[in-house]
């Protein structure tokens, strides 16, 4: 596919706007870890090849393995992701395709019970940012492969 326009050069301050909302996601409290995933997920759903590089690159950074990267598209048949993950990536896939689940209730009461009311509103502004990078690469075809991670392993907590 052959890339369109940089809208992020076009249009800096609208790249400004999203980018801070980027920085506010990723400081919130959230695990990073558990954002990655998100990230990964809504990319995954969305089909946004751009993102998924990016994410797997910065997930693998972080210290994310391989099995669960590779697994994330499966996540309700693989041991691996622990209960609150499941409801972040339940929420994720319910969000994502909001058209579709109007964020059913039922998995409403699930992500709740995993995550506190900020967390769970910053939860949703990660899965609606996440979504707004994935329509922007996408329909301006913004190529993968360039993307190099700059994060540092997370240390393990004592």
């Known amino acids: ?3 369109r326009i940089n809208a ?3 249009s800096p301050k609208a790249y400004q ?3 801070t909302m980027e920085q506010f996601v990723d400081s919130c409290g959230l695990e990073r870890l ?3 995933l998100v990230k ?3 990319s995954q759903i969305n089909g946004c090849a751009y993102c998924l590089d990016m994410h ?3 997930a693998r950074a972080l210290g994310e393995t391989e099995q669960r990267l590779y697994a994330l598209n499966a996540w309700r048949e693989a041991p691996f992701y622990s209960e ?3 409801a972040a990536l339940e929420w994720t896939e319910a969000i994502t395709q909001i058209s579709e689940t109007h964020a059913p209730d039922d998995v409403y009461q699930r992500v709740s019970k995993q995550f506190k009311p900020e967390d769970l509103a910053n939860l949703t502004l990660a899965i609606a940012t996440i979504n707004s990078w994935n329509r922007l690469c996408i329909a301006f075809r913004v190529t993968p492969g360039s993307y190099t991670s ?3 392993p997370l240390k393990a907590s004592a």
């Open 150 to 152: 700059q994060l540092q």
């Open 17 to 19: 706007a999203l980018a």
């Open 34 to 36: 558990l954002l990655e």
């Open 40 to 42: 990964m997920r809504a």
């Open 56 to 58: 797997s690159k910065d």
């Open 84 to 86: 609150r993950e499941r």
């Open 1 to 3: 596919m052959e890339h």
């Open 8 to 10: 992020f050069t076009a």
